[in-house]
């Protein structure tokens, strides 16, 4: 991976307490990777009359009276895919921001314009266009030569290839089976407008202090295109046949989808949003003998040009008691997170699964899975409810600092996808529901799953979040001071319910193949002179299983289903990682600094996973192991 980031900001007071500024953000990320090695074909038919076929094999056709017959290999000599990124975004901000003065009172306001684009390439290398693949490996001998069987393919410079013997294919035969360069490619453009403004002030005062209010308004435009290769997305205006991709009568120009993987598509979409918004935060009391309590409300309507209006709002307060230090604190809310444009109106993308399983006929084929957006999306509604007490650097012991906090998140409606092996099972388990969106016993090369999201699940989450810090002042009399913080969660439950008929609620608290483990912690002590600091931090996730879905045998095991899989062993370790820093003051204006995570180089616990090639949770485990920095810092 690539890095590159630059930021420019330039500001003009205009008056008094405004100004006027522009913003420009530029940034580039280019990566390479190798997602999943060689071309694994298991259903492959092979006729006995292929030359490369060893004779004892063609014995045993004569012998069994047949003339072809099923195979598969992993083609270990072929090369491995490469992917390609580059993606690059420009951020342009203009805006104004400042006080001024309405009935005796001062007033915020701040303005804004925003526009945004950002471009990203795909390109993937050595990937096996399929037809082509079966016809090189589809020999014959023609005038004392080992040719392709198909004279069309023969034509447009189809070479042959031996699958049986492990020998390496020609470099003529992998260019015509996985042309190295003119592979799948994906262009896709982002642009992003906003326009906000937003005001802020106290207008009047209470009895126990000034009310505060907050209104604004907010529009904001998205909209994307995307184009690839006529191979992956069928031939088109926007994907026609050219040099690089020439047309050939052994793929399909329609529909494409004829590379293994990374059968990218064409599409594009946009939607609107227009929104205003009122909060006000009300003093209810402040004396010594009750202390100081205030309430806060807020409210907020959206419409989305793809789903309608939606409202949200917010009411909470917190309450300093006359202890010393201690606080409570409560809100409640209505929230909402709006579907994306990869959600809405994603270009469907193909992804080749060469050995599905068929629980019709108990076998595997090849499959295409198609995931495709889905512009009838809502938004998904959240209620959220918190609860808390805070003892913050009492007169009794003031370095220190303690909160707790219960939260309970109800989510419905929640964008989902179900897997094309859940999709399949279900059907094959008896809900009809599922049975209208796949193919499993088609040709050749039709055979699908189509996978898309939906509003349908619901989540119920509760837990607790715990904070503690001290710091002591001149520790065993060394200049500075020296704190201890640690924070902590614990997901008491998270109860995930896909919302169909026949699929069981299943409770994700202490799965580590996701985000959500029972407890995770980080602790942090730091010595601060006042010219040299130095930091050591401690990272920590419990140990977890893969899904509490599953039936845990290793004998006698009960019918594995789509609600309760059977697996052997349901055990995933946690974590432990240690960090460590410090910086040094040169002089007033220039420091240097060093830091280094994962200090012990831990490697990520094994996390199986599907069709993703890393088979590890980034989500959770540290992925790149020891990492080193140091940096000079100026101020001028």
Not at 33 to 51: D, E, I, K
Not at 239 to 255: F, K, Q, V
Request: proline letters at 6%.
């Amino acid at each position: 991976m690539e890095r590159i980031n630059g930021y420019g900001r330039i500001g003009y007071e205009f008056a008094d307490n405004s100004e006027a500024y522009v913003t420009v953000n530029i940034a580039q990320v280019k990566t390479s990777n190798q997602p999943s090695p060689g071309y694994n074909r298991s259903s492959l038919t092979v006729q006995c009359a292929n030359p490369y076929l060893p004779q004892s094999v063609r014995d045993q056709c004569a012998v069994a009276g047949i003339t072809q017959f099923g195979f598969g290999s992993s083609n270990a000599s072929f090369p491995d895919p490469k992917v390609e990124t580059d993606r690059r975004q420009y951020r342009f901000v203009g805006g104004l921001k400042g006080k001024f003065g309405l009935g005796g009172t001062d007033w915020n306001y701040d303005a804004y314009y925003e526009h945004g684009i950002t471009i990203s390439d795909i390109r993937v290398q050595d990937i096996v266009l399929q037809n082509r693949y079966v016809a090189a490996t589809n020999a014959i001998s023609l005038n004392g030569a080992i040719v392709c069987a198909d004279p069309a393919a023969r034509a447009a410079g189809c070479q042959p290839i031996n699958i049986f013997g492990g020998a390496t294919p020609s470099s003529a035969a992998l260019a015509y089976v996985a042309p190295h360069e003119n592979g799948p490619f994906q262009h896709t453009k982002l642009t992003q407008d906003v326009a906000s403004v937003n005001v802020s002030g106290n207008p009047f005062e209470l009895w126990a202090g000034p009310v505060s209010v907050a209104f604004g308004g907010e529009y904001r435009r998205e909209f994307y295109r995307v184009n690839a290769d006529p191979y992956g997305a069928g031939v088109s205006p926007l994907s026609p046949n050219s040099p690089e991709y020439p047309a050939d009568p052994l793929l399909n120009s329609t529909l494409g989808s004829n590379w293994a993987a990374g059968n990218y598509k064409n599409g594009r979409g946009k939607y609107e949003v227009y929104e205003g918004y009122l909060e006000v935060d009300l003093p209810l009391f402040n004396s010594d003998s009750m202390g100081r309590a205030n309430l806060n409300a807020a409210g907020r309507g959206t419409h989305y040009s793809t789903s309608g209006t939606v409202w949200t709002w917010k009411v909470g307060g917190t309450w300093d008691t006359p202890l010393s230090g201690l606080r409570l604190r409560a809100v409640t809310s209505r929230d909402v997170r709006a579907p994306n444009l990869s959600e809405l109106f994603a270009a469907p993308t193909v992804t080749t699964l060469p050995n599905f399983n068929d629980p019709f006929r108990n076998q595997a084929v090849q499959v295409f899975q198609n995931t495709i957006g889905n512009t009838a999306l809502k938004p998904e509604v959240a209620r959220n409810t918190e609860l808390g007490i805070v003892l913050a650097r009492p007169e009794w012991m003031p370095g220190l600092s303690l909160s707790l906090d219960y939260y309970d998140i109800k989510l419905k409606g929640v964008v989902s996808t179900l897997s094309a092996d859940q999709i399949v099972r279900f059907c094959f388990e008896g809900n009809q529901a599922f049975c209208g969106g796949f193919q499993l016993d088609g040709a050749q090369g039709t055979n699908f799953v189509n996978v898309q999201p939906f509003n349908l699940a619901s989540w119920r989450t509760s837990g607790f979040d715990i904070e503690a810090s001290y710091q002591w002042q001149q520790p065993l009399g060394l200049p500075g001071s020296f704190t201890v913080r640690a924070l902590a969660t614990h997901i008491r439950k998270f109860i995930v319910s896909a919302g169909i008929a026949g699929v069981d609620p299943v409770d994700q608290a202490g799965a580590n193949t996701g985000n959500t483990p029972d407890w995770k912690w980080l602790a942090v002590q730091t010595y601060d002179s006042g010219r040299f600091t130095l930091t050591v931090q401690e990272r920590w996730i419990s140990d977890g299983v893969f899904g509490n879905q599953y039936v845990v045998c290793q004998s006698s095991c009960p019918v594995s289903t789509g609600n309760h899989p059977t697996i052997d062993r349901n055990k995933m370790k946690g974590a432990f990682y240690v960090d460590v820093g410090a910086t040094f003051k040169i002089r007033d204006n220039i420091s240097i600094y060093g830091k280094v995570d994962n200090l012990f180089d831990k490697d990520p616990v094994a996390s199986p996973q599907t069709n993703t090639g890393l088979d590890v949770n980034p989500a959770l485990y540290d992925t790149l192991g020891r990492i080193y920095r140091a940096g000079v810092r100026f101020n001028f």
